[in-house]
């Protein structure tokens, strides 16, 4: 199982675990040992896992006076071990961190800055490196996008257009073939807006769209407010609309985990992402299976940006062997492995070609061209994992029915509480 399913890390749960996970961390030496500690959230994926030993065993074998020890973990309960970890001053040299939340981790002084080679920075895509006020805090082996995936059958069937990354549906297209689709008498419902997926891919998956109509969450100039951004004229229209394709019945609000709906041909289109499409290629065909960009809501495609990136910590008695084996591990070797293990495309484009899945004609290419046409960050500020929740919260409440308007409106006072609280989320 790819794995492209974003966290974040929960104010909560810290107490109850700090003491088994410090005990963990201990086991493994601490950073001021002989050896660099390696702590990665891929303990239950044992694909990506066997990248990241291989590079470690070469990386030893080269360096055995500075060897770097693993310790994996399941990606449940990765986050709380390094809270845990920073509490009991027993993090990691190296670590793993989803993108989107290395401005809170760099913030609470997890991190420290990254200083690799400007020819690999420079190299690597914008979504791939992690930047907090100007400085890098992280670089990614990968990513992947966010697409829709639609049976040709079915679009064929209305006759609709099919779009391309330079020109995406546009709203009054992607409205006028949903409806088409939802009048198929073979098919349940139009589309699948994977809805049943939990905490990090509403905001990851849904506030593209937002951003498209016009909105955002939170002003990116600043980073000081929500108001007038979450809670706009268009981020109520996005709301609205948002909300219709449920009370439409056009989507349902109780789909199949994991987009089978689309798999098991209940569902013409499935809003998903590129960890998706060779399953259902194997499944129902690659010529039936369309790869299709984000919709223009009028204010340009949009699709999340950002996957799980390598720093170090701001600890480290190690800094120095660190980073150098930040740099190993994103020789173009790895990054071709990376990529034929888990199907996500490398963060450098030289390697892109290399690889099973992408380079031109090859099954996932279309992913990396929407990828690095569309891919958005997510706010870069220490209060995006506050500000992650509260819209979750709040699509939720809106697809439930809540009015749009009080729903944005009290996120905003949420997250602008939660900013004020921490005294603008500033730089100490």
Not at 292 to 321: C, I, M, R, Y
Request: aromatic letters at 10%.
């Amino acid at each position: 199982m790819i794995t492209t399913r974003r966290t974040f890390l929960g104010a909560s749960a810290l107490a109850a675990t700090a003491a088994t996970l410090s005990a963990c961390s201990s086991q493994q030496g601490k950073s001021g040992s002989s050896g660099v500690t390696l702590w990665t959230h891929n303990g239950g994926n044992k694909e990506e896992l066997a990248v990241v030993n291989k590079a470690v065993e070469a990386f030893n074998a080269a360096n055995p006076d500075t060897p770097i020890t693993v310790k994996p973990y399941p990606q449940a309960s990765y986050n709380d071990a390094i809270a845990a970890a920073a509490t009991a001053g027993d993090l990691p040299d190296i670590l793993d961190l989803d993108g989107p939340i290395m401005p809170n981790w760099a913030w609470a002084g997890y991190l420290a800055p990254l200083t690799i080679s400007s020819d690999l920075e420079e190299s690597v895509i914008d979504s791939a490196k992690g930047y907090w006020n100007d400085t890098l805090y992280s670089v990614g082996p990968y990513d992947t996008s966010l697409c829709f995936l639609a049976r040709k059958s079915a679009i064929d069937t209305i006759g609709a257009r099919v779009p391309t990354v330079d020109q995406p549906w546009t709203r009054a297209e992607f409205d006028d073939v949903l409806t088409k689709l939802g009048e198929l008498p073979d098919y349940e419902f139009a589309i699948d807006m994977g809805v049943w997926d939990t905490a990090e891919w509403w905001p990851y998956a849904y506030s593209p769209m937002l951003q498209s109509f016009g909105g955002d969450l939170i002003d990116r100039e600043t980073y000081a407010t929500a108001d007038g951004f979450l809670n706009s004229a268009e981020a109520v229209e996005w709301g609205t609309w948002f909300r219709s394709l449920f009370a439409n019945g056009l989507a349902s609000q109780t789909p199949t985990e994991d987009g089978q709906d689309f798999i098991q041909g209940k569902v013409p289109m499935v809003y998903t992402g590129g960890w998706k499409v060779l399953q259902a290629q194997e499944t129902l065909g690659a010529d039936e299976v369309l790869i299709l960009p984000p919709v223009d809501f009028g204010k340009g495609a949009h699709v999340g940006g950002g996957s799980w990136q390598w720093g170090v910590s701001a600890t480290s008695a190690n800094p120095e062997v660190a980073t150098k084996f930040i740099e190993f591990l994103m020789r173009k070797e790895y990054l071709v492995e990376y990529s034929n293990a888990i199907g996500n495309f490398p963060s450098v484009e030289s390697a892109t070609p290399e690889t099973d899945y992408y380079g031109e004609g090859k099954p996932l290419e279309p992913i990396y061209e929407i990828g690095t046409t569309y891919a958005l960050l997510r706010p870069a500020t220490p209060g995006y994992k506050v500000i992650s929740s509260i819209f979750d919260k709040a699509a939720h409440d809106i697809v439930s029915g809540a009015d749009v308007q009080q729903t944005l409106d009290q996120a905003v006072k949420d997250i602008d509480a939660d900013i004020e609280s921490n005294n603008g989320y500033k730089a100490s």
